[in-house]
T-cell receptor
């Protein structure tokens, strides 16, 4: 069983469209994250949720809106897609919140290409 | 404030020779330190973790890292490289302030 699963794995779309990426974890973790990895492999945190509550919201355009219907799911919706949104988006989860000792379990990534 | 610097963006070694991937950190708190590996088109996987116990940490696939507070370093090593070690490696620092910071990554290539 996949611990952290993301769908879709690949997404190609036109500028201006709206798209969503879904993430689910079956580890029983309380905390989930979205990271963006650019073409130079640099990873940057976007959001973190603990038990459905937003706890980290880095400087991200408000076109990006996370949604956590329950603690096992964290979806990412992106409005009005731009070329610069092209990247690989990783979902992750961890057991502990409020400590930098968290071990993160990552999904396989969702590669978004905006044309 | 905390930060992490991976000193080499690309390291190339021959199969069977030692691997050294360098990482320096800065942290106002007692840090937790991690190494993650990312194989091509895959997600990141934890290699090893340091959280103020033994300074020499052993991880999966024969990798280990040594925490040196005086040098603020947490370099990753492996005695003998294998072709399957070719991947991107990330050094990560976490603090009690719940911040987790990723380094910029080091691409490890293995020559036959």
């Amino acid at each position: 069983d996949t611990a952290v699963s993301q769908t879709p794995k690949y997404l190609v779309t036109q500028m201006g469209n709206d798209k969503s990426i879904k993430c689910e974890q079956n580890l029983g973790h309380d905390t989930m994250y979205w990271y963006k990895q650019d073409s130079k492999k640099f990873l940057k945190i976007m959001f973190s949720y603990n038990n459905k509550e937003l706890i980290i919201n880095e400087t991200v355009p408000n076109r990006f809106s996370p949604k956590s219907p329950d603690k096992a799911h964290l979806n990412l919706h992106i409005n009005s897609l731009e070329l610069g949104d092209s990247a690989v988006y990783f979902c992750a989860s961890s057991r502990l919140q409020g400590t930098g000792a968290n071990v993160l379990t990552f999904g396989a990534g969702s590669r978004l290409t905006v044309l | 404030a905390q930060s992490v610097t991976q000193l080499d963006s690309h390291v190339s070694v021959s199969e069977g020779t030692p691997v050294l991937l360098r990482c320096n950190y800065s942290s106002s708190y007692s840090p937790s330190l991690f190494w993650y590996v990312q194989h091509p088109n895959k997600g990141l996987q934890l290699l090893l973790k340091y959280t103020s116990a033994a300074t020499l940490v052993k991880g999966i696939n024969g990798f280990e890292a040594e925490f040196k507070k005086s040098e603020t370093s947490f370099h990753l090593t492996k005695p003998s490289a294998h072709m399957s070690d070719a991947a991107e490696y990330f050094c990560v620092v976490g603090s009690s302030a719940s911040k987790i910071i990723f380094g910029s990554g080091t691409r490890l290539s293995i020559r036959p």
